[in-house]
DNA sequence: GTCTATATCGGGATAGAC
DNA sequence: GTCTATCCCGATATAGAC
């Protein structure tokens, strides 16, 4: 986690995590030990614990890889035609389709996920810069898109947006229908709806609600 | 746990969760073994796990009986005199009041809260007796209201509301503003939208919206 | 039925030698 | 950078006292 100059420091870092992906996926992430990943590796359970400061933090590290080789997928996703609710959709189905075989990996995050001061939580300081790289697609597929969004919901959107994927992505790792299909169902429909209700934000007579709802947003992120 | 047939029993089972609450809440939840609780109550570590199988079983020992005593408060809290959005913050008002001293505890249990296949998450299917009787309260503020809901609204109704106050607690729980005073201007803000939404669902040209986000809520809630 | 005392196991994580 | 040895944890098991 965190010196890998050597190249030989990267190889062996490399080499811990894939052997806990291997087990993570073959057996399970609970019943995979610290001392069976290093054993696998090669390594002892210290030098395990040296490159990766936790458990979680190995399958963090297998999010992190992820995240940046998922980028070109997400750049296909939004350059394909379509309305702004296609391309959402399209957008947010690229990451699940990506990371659908490790969908029981995924899970151990959750733990760590909810608490926003832990590290490892998808709001947490430390994982700022992955969260700002969304923010940046969602920032995109907005700007390519034909709609018109009232100047004060603008700001809010990409956030929105970012919460409405983390919703979608928190029950598709939670979800035990086959293949996932109600999370794909919650997809589309969710996609509609909010793609409605942007639609629906540009009548004139729905500014009072947009700014109650706007200032329930401030409040929950605790501006003052 | 199992065997509380004489009053001994009942007061040394008594007495280990009070002390294990009494640690969580001096110490932390997690920094707390079963042989400190059990030191502190005075009994031998066996004796603990006796009454109590796990460290688990004494958080839904507090639970159990957190819910158990806030009882009458909430009734109370529904007695009063009010708008339906009054009756709803000092609803959920209530319960925050009640639980202020755990409020670290209940943070260290977000963890497992995540995940609906947790037995402690307020999800799960072992603690739906409790989530039923907040229900019911939920039930009964909107029958003792002067609310008109549409029909088709109505069985979604109280379970939306504990939506809502599941979010609030989530909130005021990771709430680091002093005296949370942010979840309090997020609970003020949001039950009064949550009382204008449901006014304006009662319009006529507003059917179609609330079908749409009916048919979402189906579909999270995994109805075919 | 209600405990005490103790030994044991495998788990995550760490300290300090090398 | 890496390893060995160790710690503490939750949990289980057991044998026996009252």
Known sequence: MFKRETPKAAATAHRILEAALDRFRSHSFDSTSMRDIAKAAGVATGAAYYYYESKEALVMAFYQAASNEMQPLIQAALNQQGSFEDRLRRLIEAKLNYFE???????????SGIDPKHPLSPFSDETKPIRDTDLRWFEKLIETSDLTVPADLRPELPGLLWMFQMGVIYLWVTDESPGQRRTRLVLELGAKAVTGLLRISNLPFTGSLRR?????????????
Chains 1, 2 share one sequence.
Request: glycine share 8%; charged share 25%; net charge positive.
């Open 101 to 111: 075989p490790n969908r029981g990996v995924l899970r151990a995050l959750l733990r």
């Open 212 to 224: 109650q709802a706007l200032d329930l947003i401030q409040a929950v992120k605790g501006v003052e």
